[in-house]
């Protein structure tokens, strides 16, 4: 699921799509103000520390090999599952 969708769904359910000061909260925003604000923090951080790339031209988001070729499926779990908690405890 798109992080755009996300924002969408929480607002339809009366839900806060982000903290107070942020764009979201007002509505009106496109799909490239969410990307936007995805790569500006945390991406920009782990970018500078060679962790991740941004591919403007696919529009994805690629985590270096090296790093991917380290984990396997309980890891790559356990990252879904703290990014869900994490999200749960900003939203909440």
Same mark, same amino acid.
């Given at each position: %699921?798109?992080?755009?969708?996300? #924002? ?6 009366? @839900? $806060? /799509?982000? !903290? ?7 509505? =009106? #925003?496109?799909?490239? =103000? ?6 500006? +923090? $945390?991406?920009?951080?782990? *970018?500078?520390?060679? #962790? %991740?790339?941004?591919? !403007? #031209? @696919? ?6 090999? &090296? ?5 396997? =499926?309980? =890891?790559? &779990?356990?990252? +879904?599952?703290?990014?869900?908690? /994490? @999200? *749960?405890?900003?939203?909440?």
């Amino acid at each position: %699921m798109s992080l755009y969708r996300t #924002y969408e769904d929480r607002i339809k359910k009366g @839900l $806060p /799509a982000e !903290k107070k000061n942020c764009i979201f909260t007002k509505g =009106d #925003y496109t799909q490239k =103000d969410v990307e936007r604000h995805i790569l500006s +923090m $945390p991406f920009k951080r782990f *970018e500078g520390m060679g #962790y %991740m790339r941004h591919s !403007k #031209y @696919l529009g994805v988001i690629q985590i270096d090999k &090296s790093i991917i070729k380290t984990l396997d =499926d309980d =890891d790559i &779990s356990t990252i +879904m599952t703290y990014c869900t908690d /994490a @999200l *749960e405890r900003y939203w909440g």
